[in-house]
């Protein structure tokens, strides 16, 4: 898993079966220290309840599939969770 | 599976089932020679590794259900094990 916020959402009328009213969001992997890092890609969103700015956790390849209502579903990055904190430990 | 160095904690109360009552450890992974590759993971804890400890990451998904016993979670890293020591052939 990693660490991603959620800039945006998708909207897809004509979508495969298993998707129809499956949140589609925009996310932006991070970091530890939360910058930016690579692409962002189109997730699922498997807790339905993240939200634009959300902090949250996404799971890539198969497993995403697993964090739908009903997998396995296509897609290949998912929400599985939104984070309250992260905590950081010194050396 | 991959050497880490457990860096950190990420908490998340709402989350999909299998992560509830589970600590996910943020993983700086490491190479031969303990130094960080840049690379990094948050892994389900499944040993109860600390701070600061090298640990083994394994990063595949029918593993880590098989090791949380949770047959259909979204889940693909766990931490399996924490190590004491790397021994190199020169």
Sequence with gaps: MELARVTGT??????????EGVRLLIVQPLDR???PRGRPVVAAD???MAAPDDLVTIVA??????????????VDHAIVGIVDAVEEWSR | MKI??????VVTTICSPVFEGRALLFVDLLDLDGKETGADVIAVDAVG?????????LDEGNGARQ?????????????????DELELQK
Excluded at chain 1, 10 to 19: D, K, N, P, R, W
Excluded at chain 2, 4 to 9: C, E, I, M, Q, S
Aim: hydrophobic share 50%; no cysteine.
């Design chain 1, 46 to 48: 498997g807790v339905a």
């Design chain 1, 10 to 19: 998708v909207v897809a009328s004509t979508i495969y079966e298993g998707l």
């Design chain 2, 4 to 9: 880490g160095r457990v860096a950190g904690t």
């Design chain 1, 33 to 35: 220290k939360l910058q």
């Design chain 1, 61 to 74: 390849s198969r497993e995403a599939s697993l964090a739908l209502p009903a997998p396995p579903g296509p």
């Design chain 2, 49 to 57: 590794a600390g701070a600061g400890e090298t640990v083994l990451v």
């Design chain 2, 67 to 83: 090791v949380l016993e949770a047959p259909n979670a979204p889940v693909r890293a766990v931490v399996v094990g924490v190590i």
